[in-house]
């Protein structure tokens, strides 16, 4: 069993940053994925970038590149995804996600694990 919980989120100015936090417990291992998805209402969840736990390589959906940057500090279980020149249509609830299928799966039945999600809302 895997646990995650989401933290960091809340409203900010277009243009704004912020930064999200996943804490992960339970039987983390370096085979692991731990992705970030995100989520509006009425809509199924996105794939926004992922990381692998062991060797820390990752991959980003293309929207997301250059403004978002996932990230993992390994001795404190912590996942962090860095979201810079924020838009109001990056407005939504952000999940954190983990999977055993490899790869850095961008499709989210390939995860297992799911945290509660954290809303991100960016203001005009």
């Known amino acids: 069993q895997v646990q995650l919980v989401e933290s960091g989120g809340g409203l900010v100015q277009a243009g704004g940053s912020l930064r999200l936090s996943c804490a992960a417990s339970g039987r983390i291992s370096p085979v692991y994925d731990i992705a970030w998805f995100r989520q509006i209402p009425g809509k199924g969840r996105e794939f926004v970038a992922a990381i692998n736990w062991g060797a820390g390589t990752t991959h980003y959906a293309d929207s997301m590149k250059g403004r978002f940057a996932i990230s993992r500090v390994g001795a404190w279980n912590l996942v962090y995804l860095q979201m810079n020149n924020l838009k109001p249509e990056d407005t939504a609830v952000y999940y954190c996600?983990?999977?055993?299928?490899?790869?850095?799966?961008?499709?989210?039945?390939?995860?297992?694990?799911w945290g509660r999600g954290t809303q991100v809302t960016v203001s005009s």
């Open positions: 996600a983990a999977s055993r299928a490899g790869g850095l799966p961008n499709y989210p039945t390939s995860y297992n694990y």
